[in-house]
């Protein structure tokens, strides 16, 4: 396994089975704050077992830390309160909402009254309005969004701008972790490069980002290290150029259909 010196995430011994079948085996990885690792495999390897596993969304065995902090036990809401949060494979987003009301949603631990407040103090709850709203402009804007798109739902805005849009909300007001789900499923070149684009700004705002990706290709472009899983089980890990010379790599991903 590829070392580095004090991980922001640390997996250790990963491992989930339903009944007599392991799922998942003994995963162990980690990823530094500012770094993107790619994990690639061919359908079906437990590339989205392996991120679910980590966000706690199933049952499973082994170790995980967040630093210094063992967050093992935490529950999936526990690990997103401190900045370890998942995306899926499908579109993540309240539909009927519009990306800015979108957007505010992501940011209701920060930018909250409680019920008494609400009653007893009502410009209270205006003024948190206010900081929401503009926090949550702030937030699409920074990455990329128009304000011109910010009243629309997410039905009327093009398909790339739509699978965007769960990663800047699992961002939100600043996570330190981000499991995204593959990412790029559908996306046409252009929208693929604004993706990449939205990764390195992740990645220059010191996230540790984790992709599960089918697509090699984009993962090789993106990610700092990539790790190789298939049925399950750790095949390679490390540089892209080093990973597409492996010969274990190539027979179980590269010489099967996409």
């Known amino acids: 396994m590829t070392r580095i010196l ?12 339903h009944g007599a079948l392991t799922v998942l085996g003994e995963m162990s990885w980690q990823v530094d704050a500012g770094e993107i690792l790619g994990i690639i495999g061919p359908n079906g390897a437990g590339k989205s077992t392996c991120l679910a596993a980590v966000a706690h969304a199933v049952e499973r ?25 998942r995306t899926f494979q499908h579109n993540g987003f309240f539909g009927d909402l519009t990306l800015l009301e979108n957007a505010m949603a992501a940011m209701l631990l920060d930018h909250s009254t409680s019920l008494a407040q609400s009653l ?15 926090a949550a402009r702030e937030l699409l804007s920074s990455f990329g969004i128009a304000g011109a798109d910010h009243h629309k739902r ?13 990663v800047v909300l699992a961002y939100g007001s600043g996570a330190r972790v981000l499991l995204l789900d593959e990412p790029a499923a559908g996306l046409g070149s252009a ?17 540790a980002v984790v992709v599960a990706e089918h697509h090699m290709d984009f993962v090789m472009t ?37």
């Open 61 to 85: 065995t082994g170790e995980i830390w967040l630093g210094d902090d063992r967050i093992t036990d935490l529950t999936t809401w526990e690990l997103a309160r401190i900045g370890v949060r």
């Open 120 to 134: 007893l103090t009502p410009w209270r709850e205006w003024a948190t309005r206010r900081r929401a709203g503009k």
């Open 222 to 258: 993106v990610a700092d290290r990539i790790l190789v899983i298939d049925q399950g089980r750790k095949l390679a890990e490390g540089k892209a150029a080093d990973i597409g010379r492996d010969d274990m790599v190539r027979e179980a991903y590269l010489g099967r259909a996409a």
């Open 191 to 207: 929208d693929a490069e604004r993706l990449a684009d939205l990764l390195a700004e992740l990645r220059r705002r010191r996230v």
């Open 6 to 17: 004090d991980p922001l995430l640390t997996v250790e011994e990963l491992t989930v089975q």
């Open 154 to 166: 997410p039905g009327e805005v093009a398909y790339g701008l739509q699978r965007l849009l769960p």
